[in-house]
Structure formats: structure tokens, C-alpha cells
């Protein structure tokens, strides 16, 4: 007991000796709240890296974004022991410049930005009191007032009472307004009007200590009703509860955010139905506590809420609990396996082999598909969250995703195949979990056999080690080929030799290496393909210069011209017959080039263009006029190559 009272002694005799230190001043450069700037604080200092903030604090931000924007910040309050305290104030300008003109070394200019002024109180480093928002536009020098609310009462960082505020929006108002029971929960009837493209939406939502139990949405402009949605589920629920008739769920403890959930999921009707009008609400939110770390990120979202949403808690039995804890895992297993597969080289090179391979790969890739359509589902699950969930309105929203009859459709020779599986639903009669477990395990399954189907023709494929090898080789060079050419689809030579010789040429090479089974022919196969791939990379950075010829050779035959009557000069052709013989074949060479499907060939019509741009270049400062003579516009092409000395 002695120590007990002694040990007390010391630690206030240390904790006086702590804060009664001096304070120190600190003014300088500052980064705050990922702001760079200037600061003026008050703190103490225990070691260099434990700094306490204390007093008054200033802090002042200035940078310029993007060349013709402006964004300053000021922030004055004070800190308590490195907590927010008492008054802050918050002034946000954000400009954006358009420079028009000088005029008489004046700088002629359109202004125009928002301005964002907040008035906030704090206790214990939570929002608490009252809080002003005032938002301003910008035109010009006129600033006009967009939206104000002093409405805005915060109890231990919740909205207390009711949230209202309104926006003018060219000369539309939107804006929000609502009641709020304690903890910031919503109640009763709440208004959000705002715009949605060239709409402006009015929602009308009814809550009820929380719970969203129905809601109207029309279009104002046009008075049509776009939503008219009551949650009867919901109030079925409120009621049992008010007669104590509730078994096997009660309110849950805990508040959650704007999007109200109860057995539907973000896909859902239901859910998507509140998207917009809460996207509202939050970039409200994200402007007024964007200086709050514990509300706003780095990024601007919101990650926590001053208002909040309730929803049911459900029980579970044993058996329901030991599925929830084991489907997560069965689920990623499953999806690792289908993936592995998928990504494995040697059976996206075969899959075309024959009909049972095609077959396999398509039904990896369509449940790949579908088990990611149950993700959201399974995170549920996985963090327990599933327990705010009314089970049986779940089953409901999603019996599209699990049918007796899948259909399985993929191509093979050239022609469509059709196919279809069944599945057993059995189980959902006994649970959902049950059902969800089944139709998992019966996939495993499927995926179990057709893999082993996959081995078996893979096996025989890949029984040779080289043609292994072989294989490796031609993905990663056809990928390092994809990316290369994909990088310059706006260059017309790199678009067009890649549709003409990977995606043409290329593509049937593929499919005949898939097919053929003779290693010997595979092989050599495979070395074509490897071949052309080789060319397509060597020939590359000269097809990205194909277009810098043309150029030099147009700029070399042109003379500047000057007209004595009009007194100005023009360019004018030199050579012209000579010229017009260049075009013909320069045409004649392109065309063959971005038709050509036989790789061997595409350095000969690269050379080709080479050749005759340099054979243009010589002939510039030469005596053209025999090889001009010789020139007529039915010559062949060979005919003009000989002219120009090219054969």
C-alpha cells in the first residue's frame, strides 16, 4: 500500500516537472496535413524526436498545383498538449488563372475560383460545438456566396441535432438537410437535392433511429418519379422489435457509415439507389473535415463519418459459424487454383490443341469470372461483417448467381461449341452457408477433373524439354513484342505490321503450333514463330523512323519562290517528275509494307524506303533532267526503279 501511494507521488511529481517546463517558439518552415509552408507554434520539446504542441498555432501554405492555379491556405488556432482546442479557423482559396492578353504591359486575365472559410470548435481534439461553413465562388471580381450553413453542431466528433446546408449551383439550389439523434445517427425525414448530370435529382429518405425505411427519388426539372422505394423488410423488423417479438437479431452497438445495408450488396438495386445522394453528402463532409486526419486522408476521402447509419445484428448457430470461418478459405483455394492454371504459359499456348483443351481453358476463365462476382460476399464472411446481414434477404438478391444449368461457351476450329453444366442447389434448402459451401465444393470438383484432363494433355506437350523451353521463350517474347509495338499504335507503320504479322501471321502460327503434335514439326514451327517475333523487335526502331524520310525528302525538293507582282513568297516543288516518280514508288513501298504477312519480308520494303530516300537526297544538287526525260506517268514500278538507278 506504502508503494502504491509513493509510486502516485513520483508520477505527479514527474508529470508537474514535464509540462511545467518553459515553452518553446518555433517559426519557420512547416509541413502540416501534407501542406508545405510557414508555422508559428508554441510547444514543448523532450527529446529531438518527441515534440508536444502547445498554444497558439499559425500555419500559412502557398503553391501553385498546375502552372495557372493558386491554392493558399491559412489555419490559426491553438493546441492542448497536441490536441486541438477551443477555436480554429480555416481559410481555403483556390484559384485558377486565364491569361487573355497584355495590354500596355498590363496583364489582361479571367479569375476565377472557391473559397472555403470555416469556423470550428474543438474539445479534447474532437470536433465539439459549433461550426460555420461559408463557401464562396469566384467570376472575375465578383464573389459570390455558394453555400453557408451555421447549422452545424458537433458533440464529441458527431453531428448533433440536424445537418443544413445549401449550394447554389448556376443559379440551382442543392442542398442537404436532416435530423440527427445522438452519436450523429440519422432520423426522420431527410431532403437531398443535387445534380446528376443534366438532372437535378430530389431524393426524400425516411429514417427511422437510423434505419433507412423507404425513399422517393424524382427529377425536379421534369417532375418523373424516378424511385419509389419503401424497405418493408426493415420496418417488419422495427416492429418486432418494438413488441419484443425479435428472435435471432437486435440493433447492433455499433453505428456504421451513409450506405445503408440490410441483406443486399453493392451491386444491388438497393445499394446503388443511394450512390449518388450520399456521394453528395460526403463531398460535403470532405470539405468540412478536410483538416481532420482522423476523418479525411492524405487523399481527400473520408475515412471515418460524423454521421452515421444503424443496422441489425444477426445470430448464428455453431454451424453457421464454423462455415462463415471456413468458406473464406475454401473460396481463395479454389480461385488460387484457377489462376494458376491461367497463368500458366504452356496451357494458354495450347488451348486450342483440341476440343477438350478449349474446353478446359474456358471453363478456368468463366469461373474465374464468376467466383470473382462472389468477392464482396466472401469479405463479408471473412471479416464477420456478414452478421449486419439479414441471411434470407441475401439468399434472395443473389439466386442469379448460383443456377442449376451454367452454359460454357468457347471456340474450336473456327467454330462455336456450346455446352452446359449442372449443379446440384440441394443444400440451399438447409442454409444459405450450406448451399454457398456445396456449390463451392462442387466446382472444386469440376475444376479438380478438367485440371487433371489438362495434365494429361500438357503432359504429352511438354513431354520434350526443349519444346518446354521453346514455349517459354515464345510468351516472353511475344509479350515483350506486344508491349513494344502497343507503346506507338498511333505510328500507321507500327499499327499496321502489327495487325499484319502478330496479330495475322502470328495468330496462325500459334494455332498451328497448338495443333501440331509431331515434335519434330512443332519444333519447327516454333522456331518461325520465333523468328518472326525476332524480326518484329529487330525491325522496330526502323519503322519508328520511316516517317523522318518522307519528311527530309519533301523539305530537300521544295525552293522558297518570291512573286515581284504580289511581293510574297511560296514554296515551290524542284524536280517535280522526279518527285511525282519518288511518290509513286514511296506508295507502292509503303502499301506492300503494311500488307505484307511474310516476316522475311519486312526488312526487304524497310530497306526498300531506305534506299530510295537516300537515292532522293543524292540526286538533290545533281543533273536529273536525262533521268526526268526517261520518267512517264504509265511506268511500272520496275520501269521507275530502273530510271532511278535503284535495281
Request: proline share 2%; hydrophobic share 35%.
Amino acid at each position: 500500500m506504502k508503494f502504491s501511494r509513493w509510486f502516485l507521488v513520483l508520477a505527479l511529481l514527474y508529470s508537474n516537472n514535464i509540462w511545467g517546463q518553459e515553452k518553446k517558439i518555433y517559426s519557420g518552415a512547416y509541413s502540416w496535413r501534407g501542406f508545405e509552408g510557414k508555422a508559428d507554434f508554441e510547444f514543448y520539446s523532450f527529446d529531438k524526436d518527441s515534440v508536444v504542441l502547445d498554444g497558439d498555432f499559425k500555419f500559412q501554405s502557398k503553391k501553385l498545383p498546375q502552372k495557372d492555379e493558386l491554392l493558399k491556405v491559412l489555419v490559426e488556432g491553438a493546441y492542448d498538449r497536441n490536441k486541438k482546442a477551443q477555436k480554429w479557423n480555416y481559410l481555403t482559396e483556390d484559384y485558377k488563372v486565364t491569361i487573355r492578353d497584355v495590354k500596355d504591359l498590363e496583364l489582361v486575365a479571367d479569375l476565377s475560383g472557391t473559397l472555403i472559410e470555416l469556423k470550428a470548435n474543438y474539445e479534447g481534439g474532437v470536433p465539439s460545438g459549433n461550426w460555420i461553413y461559408e463557401e464562396y465562388s469566384l467570376d472575375g471580381p465578383r464573389k459570390v456566396r455558394r453555400a453557408f450553413s451555421d447549422q452545424l453542431l458537433f458533440k464529441k466528433g458527431d453531428l448533433s441535432e440536424k445537418l443544413e446546408i445549401q449550394f447554389r449551383n448556376n443559379g440551382r439550389a442543392e442542398f442537404i438537410r436532416g435530423k440527427l439523434l445522438e452519436n450523429g445517427v440519422m432520423d426522420g425525414e431527410w431532403v437531398i437535392v443535387y445534380k446528376e448530370g443534366e438532372k437535378l435529382i430530389s431524393e426524400v429518405r425516411n429514417y427511422l433511429n437510423g434505419f433507412l425505411i423507404g425513399m422517393v427519388k424524382r427529377d425536379l426539372k421534369t417532375d418523373q418519379l424516378i424511385m419509389d422505394k419503401v424497405y418493408f423488410e426493415t420496418i417488419d423488423k422495427l416492429n418486432l422489435l418494438d413488441q419484443g417479438k425479435n428472435t435471432g437479431f437486435r440493433v447492433a452497438d455499433r453505428v456504421f457509415n451513409l450506405d445503408y445495408r440490410d441483406g443486399f450488396l453493392s451491386d444491388s438495386e438497393e445499394a446503388k439507389s443511394q450512390n449518388a445522394g450520399n456521394q453528395f453528402i460526403k463531398e460535403f463532409l470532405s470539405k468540412l473535415l478536410k483538416f481532420e486526419s482522423s476523418y479525411v486522408n492524405a487523399a481527400g476521402q473520408l475515412i471515418d463519418y460524423p454521421m452515421h447509419t444503424r443496422r441489425m445484428v444477426y445470430e448464428f448457430n455453431r454451424t453457421q459459424q464454423r462455415l462463415i470461418e471456413t468458406i473464406p478459405g475454401s473460396y481463395k483455394s479454389l480461385i488460387s487454383k484457377i489462376q494458376t492454371y491461367l497463368d500458366d504459359d504452356s496451357f494458354v499456348l495450347n488451348k486450342n490443341s483440341s476440343e477438350s483443351m478449349a474446353y478446359a481453358y474456358q471453363i478456368h476463365s468463366d469461373f474465374e469470372n464468376r467466383l470473382k462476382g462472389l468477392e464482396e460476399l466472401v469479405k463479408l464472411l471473412e471479416t464477420k461483417d456478414i452478421q449486419y446481414h439479414d441471411v434470407s434477404l441475401l439468399e434472395k438478391s443473389l439466386e442469379n448467381k448460383f443456377p442449376k444449368e451454367i452454359p460454357i461457351k468457347f471456340t474450336y476450329g473456327g467454330e462455336s461449341v456450346s455446352r452446359s453444366l449442372s449443379f446440384s442447389k440441394e443444400e440451399f434448402s438447409k442454409g444459405f452457408f450450406r448451399g454457398l459451401d456445396s456449390w463451392l465444393t462442387q466446382i472444386s470438383e469440376l475444376i479438380d477433373q478438367q485440371q487433371d484432363l489438362v495434365d494429361e494433355s500438357l503432359f504429352v506437350i511438354r513431354q520434350d524439354s526443349e519444346l518446354l523451353n521453346l514455349e517459354k521463350q515464345i510468351a516472353q517474347k511475344s509479350e515483350a513484342t506486344r508491349n513494344l509495338y502497343q507503346e506507338d499504335f498511333a505510328n500507321e507503320y507500327v499499327k499496321a505490321v502489327y495487325e499484319q504479322l502478330y496479330t495475322q501471321t502470328l495468330q496462325k502460327l500459334t494455332g498451328d503450333f497448338a495443333k501440331e503434335q509431331e515434335f519434330d514439326k512443332k519444333k519447327a514451327i516454333g522456331q518461325n514463330i520465333l523468328d518472326l517475333l525476332s524480326i518484329l523487335i529487330s525491325n522496330y526502331p526502323e519503322l519508328l523512323e520511316l516517317d523522318s524520310y518522307s519528311l527530309q525528302v519533301d523539305e530537300l525538293y521544295q525552293e522558297e519562290v518570291f512573286n515581284p507582282f504580289t511581293y510574297s513568297r511560296y514554296n515551290q516543288r524542284i524536280k517535280p517528275k522526279l518527285y511525282d516518280a519518288y511518290e509513286r514508288l514511296l506508295e507502292y513501298y509503303q502499301t506492300q509494307l503494311m500488307q505484307e504477312r511474310n516476316s522475311k519480308q519486312l526488312p526487304v520494303w524497310i530497306q526498300k524506303i531506305q534506299t530510295l530516300s537516300s537515292k532522293m537526297v543524292a540526286l538533290v544538287d545533281q543533273d536529273t533532267k536525262s533521268i526526268e526525260r526517261s520518267i512517264n506517268k504509265r511506268a511500272t514500278i520496275s520501269k521507275l526503279e530502273q530510271s532511278l538507278g535503284l535495281q
